[in-house]
Structures are given as C-alpha cells and as structure tokens.
C-alpha cells in the first residue's frame, strides 16, 4: 500500500468522497454527509489529506484531519478533527483504516495539535469499533451533527 498526501479537491480524493458519501446515503438516507468542507480546510500545517493506492495505482482508501478550535459548536482548542475516513468495499478489513489514522495522527500530533475528535453515527458500527479499539472514548458531541441522536462523537489525546 502507497500513502501519499493529496490536496482534498485532487480528483482522486472527489471520486472516494462521492464515495463515502454514496454510502452515507445508502445507511441513513440522507443524501450524505452535510459538513461543509474546504479543500484549504486539510493544507498542512492546519490539516491534511491522505489516500492509499493499491499495487495498481487505484485509489482505495481515504481520510484527513482538519485543525479545530474552540468555535462554540463544542471543539476545545487544540482539536484536530478527523474527516472523511473511508476504505472501498473490497478492501476492507485488511488494516488500511488503522495505517491511514496512525498517520494522521502522527501528522496531527506533530503539528501541535493536542486532541484528535471524529464524528460518526449508529449505522457505521465498523466505524466504532475501529475507534473504541484505537483508543477513542467518547467525548461531548461537537459539529454540524451535535443535536442528532445517531450521531456519536469520540476523542484521543494526541
């Protein structure tokens, strides 16, 4: 598996964002994930984006950290907040969620900031183990999902 850091409108990070949130659709029937993004939301050193690429060159995997602070939607200061983490179907299971978080974290960490938060929701069970097994204890919700009952909010301090 190759990581390399892209910028988050880099056509490949578009076609597994469209993606994950064709899912996101698929388990809540809400049209996706309604976050507002920016690409300049994941340029280091305030963020990143990465996407693993298998022996082919194909893009199968995805995720990123965004800086975030307090902004009264329940961030603290120094939260790096994890987006749009996602494998394809056929290459679960095989460890790429764990490497691609270890390396944002590492990222996050070096980049001072203190606190990794993530949202998720009821439907992505997978999700939650991934996070409860790597350290992730649930946190006060914060963000655009704050107010929803399936939403699920977990932190680890970097």
């Known amino acids: 598996m190759n990581i390399r850091r892209v910028p988050f409108d880099h056509p490949d990070a578009v076609k597994l964002n469209d993606e994950v949130q064709a899912e996101y659709h698929l388990r809540y029937g809400d049209g996706g994930d309604a976050t507002v993004l920016d690409a300049s939301d994941f340029t280091p050193p305030r963020g990143l984006y990465l996407i693993a690429y298998d022996e082919y060159d194909r893009p199968?995997?995805?995720?990123?950290?965004?800086?975030?602070?307090?902004?009264?939607?329940?961030?603290?200061?120094?939260?790096?907040?994890?987006?749009?983490?996602?494998?394809?179907?056929?290459?679960?299971?095989?460890?790429?969620?764990?490497?691609?978080?270890?390396?944002?974290?590492?990222?996050?960490?070096?980049a001072g900031r203190v606190r990794m938060v993530?949202?998720?929701?009821?439907?992505?069970?997978?999700?939650?183990?991934?996070?409860?097994?790597s350290g992730y204890t649930p946190c006060v919700k914060?963000?655009?999902?704050?107010h929803h009952e399936s939403s699920h909010c977990y932190a680890k301090p970097l």
């Open 142 to 146: 914060f963000g655009y999902y704050r």
């Open 60 to 110: 199968v995997a995805t995720g990123g950290w965004r800086s975030k602070d307090e902004n009264g939607e329940g961030n603290e200061d120094g939260d790096a907040e994890l987006k749009r983490m996602f494998v394809i179907e056929e290459m679960r299971g095989r460890g790429l969620a764990r490497r691609l978080l270890a390396a944002l974290e590492e990222d996050a960490r070096a």
């Open 118 to 133: 993530l949202e998720t929701g009821t439907k992505q069970p997978e999700a939650i183990a991934l996070y409860v097994s």
